[in-house]
């Protein structure tokens, strides 16, 4: 059974750091890309970085381009979202997400709030 | 980017009878003979759900209830008969173009 298993989240001021943490079970972690989508508070949902089954491409959107870099430790079966200069609209729970075949987003974690504020 | 609409925002359906829930993407979705648009469903307090891929695939598992259609711009998800689990809110989201995007969610009550 595909298992994601989000962590690190937490209550950050402003222009402050946080790293989030996946680790996944139950598949060949290394063979999938993977993704982080975020759910802000009036529920939209918004992909905010993907990264290929061998760590060596990554995509952003510009709302968080420079800001997030998304990692992965194959031997570890572990996805990371290090977060910096981060906004109060950065505020969301924060899922992780496998992708299948001809599916973008296969698989989700429960999720890891992100709270950002003085 | 590519923005879609979901409409209605929110509708009541009674048991039994048929849901349908629409996508309008702001331009086309279709590439290489799929359309890439995908639906979800999301209960409170649990994450999204794959429901259905590239416009019309059922995922495994979930019920045959369910089904999707369109191409280019215009999808459709439609849920028939409606069940009392079927409660929830529904998101469209295209993977054509980069950023992938997502509809703006329909929340689906059950009469």
Same mark, same amino acid.
């Given at each position: 059974?595909?298992?994601?298993?989000?962590?690190?989240?937490?209550?950050?001021?402003?222009?402050?750091?946080?790293?989030?943490?996946?680790?996944?079970?139950?598949?060949?972690?290394?063979?999938?890309?993977?993704?982080?989508?975020?759910?802000?508070?009036?529920?939209?949902?918004?992909?905010?970085?993907?990264?290929?089954?061998?760590?060596?491409?990554?995509?952003?959107?510009?709302?968080?381009?420079?800001?997030?870099?998304?990692?992965?430790?194959?031997?570890?079966?572990?996805?990371?979202?290090?977060?910096?200069?981060?906004?109060?609209?950065?505020?969301?729970?924060?899922?992780?997400?496998?992708?299948?075949?001809?599916?973008?987003?296969?698989?989700?974690?429960?999720?890891?709030?992100?709270?950002?504020?003085? | 980017?590519?923005?879609?609409?979901?409409?209605?925002?929110? *509708? &009541?359906?009674? %048991?039994?009878?048929?849901?349908?829930?629409?996508?309008?993407? #702001?331009? @086309?979705?279709?590439?290489?003979?799929?359309?890439?648009?995908?639906?979800?469903?999301?209960?409170?307090?649990?994450?999204?759900?794959?429901?259905?891929? *590239? &416009?019309?695939? %059922?995922?495994?598992?979930?019920?045959?209830?369910?089904?999707? #259609?369109? @191409?280019?711009?215009?999808?459709?998800?439609?849920?028939?008969?409606?069940?009392?689990?079927?409660?929830?809110?529904?998101?469209?989201?295209?993977?054509?173009?980069?950023?992938?995007?997502?509809?703006?969610?329909?929340?689906?009550?059950?009469?």
């Amino acid at each position: 059974e595909v298992q994601l298993v989000e962590s690190g989240g937490g209550l950050v001021q402003p222009g402050g750091s946080l790293k989030l943490s996946c680790a996944a079970s139950g598949f060949t972690f290394s063979s999938y890309g993977m993704s982080w989508v975020r759910q802000t508070p009036d529920k939209r949902l918004e992909l905010v970085a993907t990264i290929n089954s061998n760590g060596g491409s990554t995509y952003y959107p510009d709302s968080v381009k420079g800001r997030f870099t998304i990692s992965r430790d194959n031997a570890k079966n572990t996805l990371y979202l290090q977060m910096s200069s981060l906004k109060s609209e950065d505020t969301a729970m924060y899922y992780c997400a496998r992708e299948g075949l001809r599916r973008p987003f296969a698989y989700w974690g429960q999720g890891t709030l992100v709270t950002v504020s003085a | 980017n590519i923005v879609l609409t979901q409409s209605p925002a929110s *509708l &009541a359906v009674s %048991l039994g009878q048929r849901a349908t829930i629409s996508c309008r993407a #702001s331009e @086309s979705v279709d590439s290489y003979g799929n359309s890439f648009m995908h639906w979800y469903q999301q209960k409170p307090g649990q994450p999204p759900k794959l429901l259905i891929y *590239l &416009a019309s695939n %059922l995922e495994s598992g979930v019920p045959a209830r369910f089904s999707g #259609s369109g @191409s280019r711009t215009d999808f459709t998800l439609t849920i028939d008969p409606v069940e009392a689990d079927d409660a929830a809110t529904y998101y469209c989201q295209q993977n054509n173009e980069d950023p992938f995007t997502f509809g703006s969610g329909t929340k689906l009550e059950i009469k």
